[in-house]
Nanobody
Framework: QVQLVESGGGLVQAGGSLRLSCVASGNIFRINTMAWYRQAPGKQRELVATMPSGGSTYVADSVKDRFTISRDNAKNTVYLQMNNLKPEDTAVYYC??????????????WGQGTQVTVSS
């Protein structure tokens, strides 16, 4: 069984920083892409950033100059460094991984989400 567990969310003032982490564990054969999504109250879930196992990363235009995605493949971990946070960044942040569990096929997995609240 595969699990994704996020951490690092919390309450921060505008202009502050947070670093989210997401660890994938279980019977993992291979991790392809890891990504961060977010969902604000009353809005659809949106893609924030992706990082494939090889190739270029993607960061949404709305956060491009402030957020950075990175991975530690040895630890099956993806990070999201968020700087100069704004109230509009308030949302539940979800980790997503496209991976292959042992003896199965590629599939998408989600973490439980971590709340980020930015006060003005």
């Amino acid at each position: 069984q595969v699990q994704l567990v996020e951490s690092g969310g919390g309450l921060v003032q505008a202009g502050g920083s947070l670093r989210l982490s997401c660890v994938a564990s279980g019977n993992i054969f291979r991790i392809n892409t890891m990504a961060w999504y977010r969902q604000a109250p009353g809005k659809q879930r949106e893609l924030v950033a992706t990082m494939p196992s090889g190739g270029s990363t993607y960061v949404a235009d709305s956060v491009k100059d402030r957020f950075t995605i990175s991975r530690d493949n040895a630890k099956n971990t993806v990070y999201l460094q968020m700087n100069n946070l704004k109230p509009e960044d308030t949302a539940v942040y979800y980790c997503n991984a496209n991976l292959r569990a042992t003896l199965t096929w590629d599939d998408n997995y989600w973490g439980q989400g971590t709340q980020v609240t930015v006060s003005s």
